[in-house]
Structure formats: C-alpha cells, structure tokens
C-alpha cells in the first residue's frame, strides 16, 4: 500500500523501515531511531504510514513530533488511512485520534497483565527461559526438566557454599576449573541467549550469587518476581519477596530444601576469608557476650591452622570498648563436637525426658523473655506519650518567652529524634510478642535431625551451620592460676540447650529397667 501510494503520488528514491514485533510505546525501536538518525542528516523528506498510530502510541511524544519535531527537521508527515497531512496542516481532531491511539495500547497492555496474571497464579512459570540447571519439558512448554550437567554444577555451587565458600571464592574455583558458564553451557545446547563471553569459563560473584538465591532449585515455581513502571516505561522494577507468588513442588528438585535455607541463613551472615584465604566454619557465628559484636577470625604470625583464633571485633577496632574475648578454634570446635555428642547420646537414649526437660526450661525461661519484651514496649509506648506532652509543654514556654527559640529548637530537636527512635522500634516488639514461635514444633524438628545423624566423630561445615545458631564467648577469668572461660552454644530453633546430668540418665535407665521386669513379670 505504501510502496504504491509513494508511486501514484510521485514520490521517489522510497525506502521501506519495518519494527515489526515492538510496542508502539517505544519510541527507541531500531527502525524508528534510523529514521530520526536520516532526517537529522537532512535526508528525509517525507515521512509515509499506513495509519497514523504506525508512528506511536504515545500522544506527547506524537503530538511534539506532529508539531515541532518534523517541522525542524524539514520532514512531510503522511498517514494515508486518516488522511493527515502536514504539508495541509494538522486537523484539530488529530490530538484526539493520538489520544486513543493511546488508549488503545494501555488497554491491550493491561488485557496482557491480565493473562500473565491468571497464568501465574495457577502456579504455571512466568519466566521466558528456565533458570540454569533447567530445561523446558519437550512435552510440555509450562514445565522444567532437570538438564543434568548444569544441575551438577548448582550442586557443587551450594556444596561449597556450606563448607563456607562465598561467592568470589566459588567463581575462582569455577574459573579455575575452565566450567563453562550459564552463558556458555546455554549457547552449547542451542540455546537463544546472548552473545558469547568475550573471556571464556569467566565466572563472577554476581553470577554464584544469583544462582545460590533462587528457590526454583528446591523445586518450587516463583512467580512476580519482577514486574514493569507501566505500558509506556517497561523498565523492570524488582517488586518484595512478600509480593512473590510461591507454588511449592512444581518440578524437580535439584537441592534439598534443607540445604537451601541452610544457606539463605548463611548469606545473610557473609563471611570473609583470612588474609591467607581461609574461611573458618566458625566465622559469623561467634559472638561477644559483653558487647554483642561477632568475633573475628585470625592468624598469628605463623599462620599455622593450629594457632588460628577469634578475638572481639570491638575491641579490634578500639581496646577501651571491649576486651579480646580470645579463644582458639581449635577450642570452639573441641566444645562444640563434645556437647553435639552428648545431645546426640540424650535423644537417642533418653528422647522423652531429654525433650521434656527442654520443654521444662524452656517455659520459664521464655516467660522471663516475653515478660521482659512487654515491659519494654510499655515503656516504649508510656515515653512516646511523655515526649508529646513535653513537646507540647516546651512550645508553650517558647510563646510565653520562657524559653528561647535557640534552646526550644535544641530540645524540640532532641525529643522528636528520640520519639521516632521509639515510633520505629515498638512495631517489632510488638511483632516479637505476636509471633513468637512455640517451641514445642523447633524441638521435633531439632531432634528429628539429631536422630538422622549415626555417628558423630567429626565436625563438618555442613553440621556446624545445619545446627548451631550461634556462639556466645565470655571474657575468660582466673581462679587457682587456670584460666576459665564460658561459652553459651544456641543451636538453631531451640536455643541453649539443658543436658541431662548423669544422675538424671541414670534414674531413666533404672526406670526404664524397672518397667521392662514389670512387662516380663506381667
């Protein structure tokens, strides 16, 4: 139509520009920008579309382009079907037809949310393309299949991961080993993707970081993820996991849940090498009982793994804060294997009383806990009430003349800081007191992970970071000339736990004798 509408009407040395398959909205569309390129050049003279909403569907940037834009540039502005023609001037109905030319677009972009939307929620994969470790099923478009080599890959990523790897370190490792990346491995099974690395096997942070992210490897299908400003600005906007939609056990499964919450926790605690390169399995778990700070990981001069110690980072940075708090590792990990050990003796031989006596402690020591996170948020709460009466109270001294403007704007300063401070911290001590879990439901769980475990004679990352929540170091003290230090160990979900005393297991052995003979008299 075109071609002939050029040709009746005398117009030569025609060209054709095609966008096919981009959006109206677009105004950065490879064709559209070639032709602003020429006209710019002086080498356009007139401009031919079929209908007007060919050129956009955006009525500001149509509208100064109709306007100014072609006018400056010296270009003739036909669209055949509306008969527009800027050599005749513009009609004042052309605004309008721009306008719902506008409409138009905004109403097919939100009939495409909505189908996306529907497709999501029934639990279906928004992605274009699967994560890495995964194919799209042959049979079936909106289900994913493990592709096998990479899935290896993920494995060992997550692996390292928890024997204490961060991400840089895990990249090098890759790099090392020339693994192709997800670019490359794609590009090798006839994937579209982008174009190939300039360096190849190049590994990054970026990347190990992402793929240690996604819950996609536990099985699960997560949708919305993302999403874009609006049908005219398609820039993704990164929307809160609390928005994301979560289909659990869509397709199979590359890492074990366990395994994956096991490292969110670990990244959320990152931890840094020595400077010779080593990351203890300790690291980002030790704490300092007087100063709450973590305690760093260290060498002494040496750099033997034997000598290799933790001291308070407090006290690292300023020696009248804090005092070292040192321990060796070789001690931490010493304390920690004897009392997993003897855990591990109290709930395979004595489960019952071991879980009951958790549960003894665990009531009076959790009713001190909340009785002391109410106490703080009524206190919170009674000065957030006091500080407006203050404020109130100093404003009507300032207007009186009893207090000048200089020492009310200190004071009115002063409280509003400490009010917000406040206002900021009473919605998660109220949160706390809300959701605090029952640990009725941590102590199964704690113990039916325990009774998995056959034997235990070496401590590995893995256990370490599966178990243990945290390790509180006090300062050490001398008696007698020894030096003595405490050290709290929080395993995950239950906290500090209350062993058994021998004369606790040996009453459950005799009972437990007892009722057998009873069973065999009977």
Same mark, same amino acid.
């Given at each position: 139509?075109?071609?002939?509408?050029?040709?009746?009407?005398?117009?030569?040395?025609?060209?054709?520009?095609?966008?096919?398959?981009?959006?109206?909205?677009?105004?950065?569309?490879?064709?559209?920008?070639? /032709?602003?390129?020429?006209? $710019?050049?002086?080498? /356009?003279?007139?401009? /031919?579309?079929?209908?007007?909403?060919?050129?956009? *569907?955006?009525?500001?940037?149509?509208?100064?382009?109709?306007?100014?834009?072609?006018?400056?540039?010296?270009?003739?502005?036909?669209?055949?079907?509306?008969?527009?023609?800027?050599?005749?001037?513009?009609?004042?109905?052309?605004?309008?037809?721009?306008?719902?030319?506008?409409?138009?677009?905004?109403?097919?972009?939100?009939?495409?949310?909505?189908?996306?939307?529907?497709?999501?929620? &029934?639990?279906?994969?928004?992605?274009?393309?699967?994560?890495?470790?995964?194919?799209?099923?042959?049979?079936?478009?909106?289900?994913?299949?493990?592709?096998?080599?990479?899935?290896?890959?993920?494995?060992?990523?997550?692996?390292?991961?928890?024997?204490?790897?961060?991400?840089?370190?895990?990249?090098?490792?890759?790099?090392?080993?020339?693994?192709?990346?997800?670019?490359?491995?794609?590009?090798?099974?006839?994937?579209?993707?982008?174009?190939?690395?300039?360096?190849?096997?190049?590994?990054?942070?970026?990347?190990?970081?992402?793929?240690?992210?996604?819950?996609?490897? +536990?099985?699960?299908?997560?949708?919305?993820?993302?999403?874009?400003?609006?049908?005219?600005?398609?820039?993704?906007?990164?929307?809160?996991?609390?928005?994301?939609?979560?289909?659990?056990?869509?397709?199979?499964?590359?890492?074990?849940?366990?395994?994956?919450?096991?490292?969110?926790?670990? *990244?959320?605690?990152?931890?840094?090498?020595?400077?010779?390169?080593?990351?203890?399995?300790?690291?980002?778990?030790?704490? +300092?009982?007087?100063?709450?700070?973590?305690?760093?990981?260290?060498?002494?001069?040496? &750099?033997?793994?034997?000598?290799?110690?933790?001291? +308070? &980072?407090?006290?690292?940075?300023?020696?009248?804060? +804090?005092?070292?708090?040192?321990?060796?590792?070789?001690?931490?990990?010493?304390?920690?294997?004897?009392?997993?050990?003897?855990?591990?003796?109290?709930?395979?031989?004595?489960?019952?009383?071991?879980?009951?006596?958790?549960?003894?402690?665990?009531?009076?020591?959790?009713?001190?806990?909340?009785?002391?996170? *109410?106490?703080?948020?009524?206190?919170?709460?009674?000065? /957030?009430? $006091?500080?407006?009466?203050?404020?109130?109270?100093?404003?009507?001294?300032?207007?009186?003349?009893?207090?000048?403007?200089?020492?009310?704007?200190?004071?009115?300063?002063?409280?509003?800081?400490?009010?917000?401070?406040?206002?900021?911290?009473?919605?998660?001590?109220?949160?706390?007191?809300?959701? $605090?879990?029952?640990?009725?439901?941590?102590?199964?769980?704690?113990?039916?992970?325990?009774?998995?475990?056959?034997?235990?004679?070496?401590?590995?990352?893995?256990?370490?970071?599966?178990?243990?929540?945290?390790?509180?170091?006090?300062?050490?003290?001398?008696?007698?000339?020894?030096?003595?230090?405490?050290?709290?160990?929080?395993?995950?979900?239950?906290?500090?736990?209350?062993?058994?005393?021998?004369?606790?297991?040996?009453?459950?052995?005799?009972?437990?004798?007892?009722?057998?003979?009873?069973?065999?008299?009977?």
């Amino acid at each position: 139509m075109l071609e002939k509408y050029a040709q009746e009407n005398g117009f030569k040395n025609t060209r054709v520009f095609i966008d096919d398959g981009w959006s109206g909205t677009n105004f950065a569309r490879p064709a559209f920008t070639e /032709i602003m390129e020429l006209a $710019e050049k002086g080498l /356009i003279g007139t401009l /031919i579309v079929k209908d007007h909403s060919r050129l956009g *569907r955006n009525r500001l940037i149509v509208g100064q382009l109709l306007e100014e834009g072609f006018d400056n540039l010296g270009v003739r502005y036909i669209a055949i079907m509306d008969n527009i023609d800027t050599a005749k001037g513009i009609s004042q109905i052309v605004p309008m037809q721009d306008l719902f030319n506008e409409w138009h677009a905004q109403n097919t972009s939100q009939k495409v949310r909505n189908v996306f939307k529907s497709k999501g929620m &029934s639990g279906a994969p928004l992605t274009t393309n699967p994560p890495f470790g995964y194919l799209k099923d042959p049979e079936d478009k909106n289900s994913w299949i493990v592709d096998e080599d990479a899935a290896k890959i993920v494995r060992q990523i997550f692996a390292w991961c928890v024997d204490g790897l961060g991400p840089t370190q895990i990249a090098k490792r890759r790099k090392a080993a020339k693994v192709p990346t997800p670019t490359e491995h794609w590009l090798s099974i006839g994937r579209n993707c982008s174009k190939p690395p300039a360096v190849s096997y190049n590994w990054c942070s970026a990347t190990v970081a992402d793929i240690l992210s996604k819950q996609e490897y +536990c099985g699960d299908t997560v949708d919305f993820r993302s999403t874009t400003k609006s049908f005219k600005n398609k820039k993704k906007i990164e929307r809160p996991p609390e928005e994301w939609k979560i289909f659990k056990d869509m397709h199979p499964a590359i890492i074990d849940r366990e395994v994956f919450d096991l490292v969110q926790e670990l *990244r959320k605690h990152r931890r840094r090498p020595a400077k010779n390169g080593i990351v203890s399995p300790f690291s980002g778990v030790l704490y +300092c009982a007087d100063c709450g700070e973590k305690l760093y990981y260290s060498f002494s001069n040496n &750099s033997k793994r034997e000598q290799a110690y933790f001291f +308070c &980072s407090s006290y690292r940075k300023n020696s009248d804060i +804090c005092s070292a708090h040192y321990i060796r590792e070789k001690v931490v990990e010493q304390l920690v294997l004897e009392s997993m050990q003897r855990i591990m003796l109290n709930v395979q031989v004595f489960e019952k009383e071991f879980a009951c006596k958790q549960m003894a402690c665990y009531t009076e020591e959790k009713k001190k806990q909340l009785a002391s996170k *109410r106490r703080e948020l009524e206190k919170a709460q009674k000065r /957030i009430a $006091e500080i407006d009466i203050l404020i109130q109270k100093i404003y009507e001294d300032n207007a009186s003349g009893k207090l000048s403007d200089e020492r009310y704007m200190t004071l009115s300063t002063s409280y509003e800081e400490e009010q917000q401070t406040l206002k900021a911290a009473v919605p998660e001590m109220q949160a706390y007191l809300e959701t $605090e879990t029952d640990k009725t439901v941590n102590l199964q769980q704690f113990i039916r992970k325990v009774k998995k475990i056959t034997e235990l004679k070496v401590l590995t990352p893995e256990l370490i970071h599966e178990f243990v929540e945290k390790i509180v170091v006090y300062a050490p003290k001398y008696l007698d000339g020894k030096r003595i230090q405490i050290v709290d160990i929080h395993y995950s979900g239950v906290g500090i736990l209350d062993e058994l005393t021998p004369e606790e297991m040996e009453e459950s052995f005799q009972k437990s004798i007892a009722e057998r003979k009873k069973t065999e008299t009977a």
